[in-house]
């Protein structure tokens, strides 16, 4: 099985998720610009911050065997403070880099107006440097957050087909459905979305366009639910090839729009224990 995790914040986990991560099938990961835990309090910790994504980051990944890339914003949460904003002029910076495959993440945290002009003025990045949209919906208030996240992401004149929104639930799925935007489902032990509630929900819409993600963080995640949810598709009747295609596929797809993915080697056929077919012979 092997495993493509589009938003996962690898800054908050250890080696030795990278390890565990690697033995499951996991050979490439997209991690999300994303707050601190607490406020950061100047433009220059982001930056500090952004380097350590396209550069430490990818390191620490690739000891294991593991493609990193990273998508970089203002995000959500931060947008609302002033100290923050001159962040909207260091994120063109980092949208140049080989290693960033989209912007994001950006939305809402809780629909204020810093967070309306912050998504907004993103969106037209995203646009300007040929890249995809990460969209975080809000966790709460989320049927209203993600109606206006469409309606934001409809004004900018972007392509739905160049967006993911993000964190999706069952209330959630079907505004997204018909918008031509991708749908990402985020996979959490306690909250978000659960393996089996994952698997109904790709039974009842179909595999097209869906993202699968760990989300893991500082607080309580895991990631290697991913495996998870692929392991529970196949108990739940689905094929090995609507596995590859949730858990590899669509994120390549996604990503793909990007023109930087390298994958390499990454993408070769593996076998359902995890393990990777060598191309070219023994």
């Known amino acids: 099985m092997r495993i493509f995790d ?30 601190l835990g607490q406020p950061r309090t100047s433009p220059g910790s982001f930056a500090d911050y952004f380097d350590a994504l396209i550069g430490w980051e990818p390191f620490r990944a690739g000891q294991f065997g593991i493609r990193h890339f990273a ?6 949460k931060e947008a609302n403070d002033p100290r ?5 002029e260091l994120v063109p910076r980092y949208l140049d880099k080989d290693a960033v495959v989209a912007v994001g993440e950006i939305g809402y945290d809780s629909m204020t107006p810093l967070e309306d002009l912050a ?30 996240s469409l309606d934001v992401v409809k ?12 964190h999706l639930n069952e209330v959630t799925v079907e505004l997204v459905r018909d918008s031509g935007c991708w ?34 963080d500082w ?5 290697l639910l991913t495996r998870r949810t692929g392991e529970a598709m196949l108990a739940a009747g689905f094929g090995e090839d609507d ?40």
């Not at 489902?185 to 993202?211: A, N, Q």
Request: proline share 7%.
């Open 6 to 35: 589009p938003h996962v914040h690898m800054t908050s986990r250890t080696t030795d998720d990278y390890e565990a991560m690697a033995a499951a099938g996991v050979r490439a990961v997209v991690e999300p610009a994303f707050w």
């Open 71 to 76: 998508t970089i914003a203002l995000n959500p």
């Open 84 to 88: 923050c904003r001159e962040v909207l």
């Open 119 to 148: 998504f907004a003025a993103q969106l037209a990045l995203a646009v300007e440097f040929d890249l995809p949209a990460l969209v975080h919906t809000p966790h709460r208030d989320k049927v209203r957050g993600t109606q206006r």
């Open 155 to 166: 004004e900018s004149g972007i392509d739905p087909g160049r967006v993911v929104i993000d």
């Open 183 to 216: 749908l990402g489902f985020s996979i959490y032990p306690d909250t978000k979305m659960s393996p089996p509630r994952m698997v109904e929900l790709l039974r009842r819409h179909g595999t097209d366009r869906m993202l699968v993600n760990s989300a893991a």
């Open 219 to 223: 607080g309580r995640s895991d990631p």
């Open 243 to 282: 596995v590859d295609r949730v858990l590899w596929r669509n994120p390549v797809e996604f990503y793909g729009q990007s023109g930087r993915l390298d994958l390499s080697d990454a993408d070769a056929p593996a076998d359902f224990a995890g393990n990777s077919i060598k191309r070219g012979g023994a």
